[in-house]
């Protein structure tokens, strides 16, 4: 047997090997199916009944699943449960078998005049269609006495393969037996690869000709690269077994971040709401590198009220309970564009009125904003440490010092995402307390490329020497000064560049929590005279491509093999 | 007929957790309440779906009705909740 390679989008990294089980959709029922118990087609009058009582008992069933379920599980299947119990939609469905309409062909008419409405509206809406699906299948299989869910019992794990998963169906699987999730349809940010990244499976969406795979079959689902291997060699499965080995030891590890020799590196989370700092309770993280206050300002005619930001930062320093939390002052414009405080029109506006210049149309709303940092810090008796982003001039930096300051925000910092910035860190660090680097628009201005432009991301590579150059100046500024210079941004969530980073000098790394496990398994397996190292190998490469395999070259092999 | 205007003041409008809420209290009103948007056919704000399909965003102007005994008070609790943002963390919990 040859392997063969199918392709499709991954979700997450992790990555395992087993037998392929395929969950079938349930039959099709026709529009004009006949409805019977016990071989005798019933009439009129108890069709009705029948119909209208298997709408509160799918959202029965449904609600009890719920009740057994947690977390994403419990909310998707709490809202399906919803939606079986509208009154609009069991309405509907009468109103078409009340003048005449078969029954299954009326709960499909029904289902389908909302779902139609919800694809036309698209964004939110339209991904609610496939819940509309479900419970349009469920009361089919309840009206027809037929089985409500294709589910097959599991034996044994297994990688479960279908056209797509309904949350229902997802939920309704032995969860214990499943090894990874595979769909043929289904987004990276739908119901099923959301579900599948609560339980920690691999999950591998949009595969063309996965349920072309016999029963049996041993795959090997890798989520980092999006590629199923059906029948996969020794080699294969020995890498992805050492990986999962390797997965299953990282994400134990709950230590603080440091080389192998002790050399601390704080490693931290980014952050846009309350919430997602709630989320970090149990996490081992320390801290929020990066609070994007924006989050509370987008989609809104005018700024959130001094209280309502207030409520937002203390709730995320009490859930962080003393740990660091970095929060960002408001940084719109460009991709960010705010109703109430981005000038319209401008030509260019990543090089605009933006980030910390708002302040010079808007001053109330960065004051506003300290007010309220300040109010929650008094509140919650933590210090939060806040920084402004797109800071072009110590100049900048000492008047932003001194708002803060003023309104007894006691550490204060700027963002180094500009090349002016960095070129001048030596005064810029003089007039704050720690700088943090944004990677990303630091390599956006340096490379002159615009970070929407897809086909230009080679040259937005975090890779690319000129972009490390003014990293590990400002990070080697700041060790004279012996001030905290940290990375937010793509950057520090690769494992690798992570460090080359550390052997800058790069005190701290804030990226999504999901990817801290790799990063600190990395740290850990390396000291820090090998960072040092690997910094110097990066920064004495011509071009990203060449920076990245002189450090891979050069990192352990076993890590090598763990992170892929 | 009791009606009243008010002003959406959840940050997504009312979707997803608003309207969950919304349709939830409607639904326990003892009274039947409609919404619509100023001047289009109202619907029955018990129905989640229908409610969605509004598309009432953060700011939209929304009228609610309904007749008979305890209108008023049923149309007043509605409108004091689509009055909250509901997607403020602080008001959910």
């Not at chain 1, 997450?12 to 969950?23: E, K, M, S, Y």
């Not at chain 1, 599980?73 to 078998?97: F, N």
């Not at chain 1, 904003?369 to 919650?380: C, I, N």
């Not at chain 1, 110097?536 to 090598?560: F, G, K, M, Q, Y």
Request: proline share 5%.
């Amino acid at each position: 047997m040859t392997a063969t390679q199918l392709q499709g989008v991954g979700v997450g990294r992790l990555a395992v090997v087993g037998p392929v089980i395929q969950v079938a959709p349930l039959p099709e029922v026709a529009d004009d199916a006949v409805v019977e118990r016990d071989g005798v087609a019933l009439s009129a009058d108890q069709i009705r009944t029948v119909v209208d009582e298997a709408f509160p008992a799918v959202a029965a069933d449904l609600q009890q699943q719920a009740a057994d379920a947690t977390g994403t599980v419990a909310d998707v299947l709490a809202a399906t449960a919803a939606i079986a119990s509208d009154p609009a939609l069991r309405g509907e469905t009468l109103k078409r078998i009340d003048a005449g309409t078969a029954p299954i062909a009326a709960i499909n008419g029904a289902v389908e005049m909302f779902a139609r409405i919800f694809t036309q509206a698209g964004g939110l809406l339209a991904e609610r269609v496939t819940d509309l699906h479900s419970v349009r299948d469920r009361l089919v299989a309840k009206v027809m006495g037929l089985p409500e869910s294709s589910a097959p019992s599991l034996d044994e794990p297994v990688v479960v393969v279908a056209v797509d998963l309904a949350p229902a169906d997802t939920a309704a699987l032995d969860l214990d037996k499943v090894l990874a999730i595979v769909t043929e349809l289904g987004g990276p940010t739908g119901h099923t690869a959301i579900i599948a990244g609560q339980l920690g499976l691999p999950c591998v969406v949009q595969v063309p000709g996965a349920t072309k795979i016999a029963e049996g079959t041993v795959v090997a689902v890798d989520a980092a690269t999006g590629g199923i291997t059906v029948n996969p060699d020794d080699e294969l499965v020995k890498e992805i077994d050492a990986r999962a080995a390797a997965q299953v030891e990282f994400a134990a590890d709950t230590s603080p971040g440091a080389t192998s020799d002790g050399h601390k590196v704080d490693l931290l989370a980014n952050i846009g709401t309350g919430d997602d700092a709630e989320r970090l309770k149990d996490s081992a993280v320390e801290g929020v590198g990066l609070f994007r206050t924006e989050v509370l300002f987008l989609d809104r005619t005018s700024a959130p009220t001094i209280e309502e930001q207030s409520r937002a930062y203390a709730q995320a320093l009490r859930a962080l309970g003393g740990r660091k939390v970095v929060v960002r002052t408001l940084d719109a414009g460009a991709d960010k564009p705010l109703a109430f405080a981005t000038l319209p029109d401008e030509e260019n506006p990543a090089l605009g009125v933006r980030g910390y210049r708002t302040v010079r149309a808007h001053p109330d709303l960065m004051a506003t904003q300290l007010d309220a940092l300040a109010g929650a810090a008094q509140e919650t008796g933590v210090d939060p440490w806040v920084m402004a982003p797109m800071i072009a001039t110590p100049a900048e930096a000492r008047e932003f010092v001194a708002l803060a300051r003023a309104r007894g925000l006691k550490t204060v910092g700027v963002m180094v995402e500009v090349p002016a910035a960095a070129l001048q860190a030596r005064a810029l660090l003089s007039e704050v307390d720690f700088v943090s680097l944004g990677t990303n628009d630091l390599a956006q201005y340096t490379m002159a490329t615009d970070r929407l432009r897809g086909e230009l991301s080679d040259l937005l590579d975090p890779w690319q020497p000129a972009v490390l150059q003014l990293v590990a100046s400002t990070a080697r500024t700041g060790k004279e000064l012996g001030k905290p210079v940290g990375v937010c941004g793509e950057s520090a969530s690769d494992p690798y560049l992570a460090l080359v980073l550390t052997g800058m000098g790069v005190t701290s790394l804030s990226m999504s929590v999901s990817a801290v496990p790799a990063v600190r398994y990395a740290l850990r397996r390396h000291d820090l005279p090998t960072c040092q190292r690997l910094a110097e190998l990066a920064l004495a490469a011509t071009s990203a491509p060449e920076a990245r395999e002189r450090v891979r070259d050069a990192v352990e092999p076993a890590v090598l093999t763990a992170l892929g | 007929m009791v009606t009243r205007t008010v002003k959406v003041a959840s940050t997504s409008g009312l979707h997803a957790r608003p309207a969950t809420i919304v349709s939830q209290a409607a639904a326990a009103a003892d009274v039947t309440i409609n919404i619509g948007l100023p001047g289009q056919e109202p619907v029955d704000a018990s129905s989640i779906l229908l409610l969605m399909t509004l598309g009432a965003e953060h700011g939209a102007q929304v009228v609610l009705s309904a007749e008979g005994d305890g209108a008023q008070e049923a149309v007043d609790k509605l409108a004091e909740l689509i009055e909250t943002n509901l997607d403020d963390p602080a008001v959910a919990s």
